[in-house]
């Protein structure tokens, strides 16, 4: 593969209590823990949270993507994204992530067919594939 672009960003302090920081600096947030978790929870982000962004964005360009290649115009879409996480039974930690896509003004099965092609579009999609639950909706 060729890479294009590569993001760098570290995590320093107590992990879910620290901070992260991207390498240009245009990301710097402080960790903390939800109380869901065990944490003191409060007024700063989580992992969970800053991947749900990630992966709510990505697949929102594949689905705008998907609808150039089917030559479906596409007015005010939205992806939503909820990324969950609980104990996997071996002692480690798993994921679970909901993809909602609004697609208002497409038919209901255009709308399920261009978020299929965005869930074989989009890197993240491709990188939970088999690893990690993701349902995907389509609504109008």
Do not use: W
Not at 14 to 37: H, K, W
Not at 88 to 93: K, N, Q, T
Not at 100 to 124: F, K, M, N, T, W
């Amino acid at each position: 593969m060729q890479v294009l672009y590569t993001a760098e960003a570290t995590a320093t302090g107590d992990g879910r209590n620290g901070e992260v920081r991207s390498s240009d600096g245009v990301l710097d947030e402080q960790l903390t823990t939800p109380q869901e978790l065990g944490g003191a929870g409060g007024p700063r982000t989580n992992p969970e949270q800053l991947f749900a962004a990630g992966y709510a964005a990505c697949f929102h360009s594949a689905l705008r993507v998907a609808g150039r290649q089917s030559k479906v115009p596409l007015g005010e879409t939205t992806v939503a994204a909820r990324v969950g996480i609980g104990p996997d039974g071996a002692g480690g930690y798993q994921l679970t992530v909901d993809l909602r896509a609004h697609l208002p003004g497409v038919e209901q099965s255009a709308a399920e067919e261009l978020v299929a092609l965005a869930d074989r579009i989009c890197p993240y999609s491709n990188a939970m594939r088999g690893n990690v639950e993701v349902a995907l909706t389509a609504t109008v």
